[in-house]
């Protein structure tokens, strides 16, 4: 079992920045692909952006060109940079890991923008 911590949510206002920071217990060379998806308030959890262990990456259309998903693998650490924020940005953004028979998610962290 992967343990994958966040970090990095806050409070912003719209037109900011955060750098969103997921930590795994384990290599992520071990994944096929990881990556960011978010759930607001009343809302299903979507797809925000993944990278895969060849680093392909994959952004929903809401945030291509504000938002970069990269991966550090010294440090078992996927990023999401993100830019450029707005109120619709808000929710709780979660980490996931997949496998090829797994799917691991962290507990999340709570990004809030302010218009």
């Known amino acids: 079992q992967v343990q994958l911590v966040e970090s990095g949510g806050g409070l912003v206002q719209a037109g900011g920045s955060l750098r969103l920071s997921c930590t795994a217990s384990?290599?992520?060379?071990?994944?096929?692909?990881m990556g960011w998806y978010r759930q607001a308030p009343g809302k299903q959890r979507e797809l925000v952006a993944t990278i895969t262990t060849g680093g392909r990456t994959n952004y929903a259309g809401s945030v291509k060109g504000r938002f970069t998903v990269t991966r550090d693998n010294a440090k078992n650490t996927v990023y999401l940079q993100m830019n450029s924020l707005k109120a619709e940005d808000t929710g709780v953004y979660y980490c996931n890991a997949e496998t090829w028979s797994t799917t691991n998610w962290g507990q999340g962290t709570q990004v809030t923008v302010t218009s």
């Open positions: 384990r290599s992520i060379f071990s994944f096929i692909a």
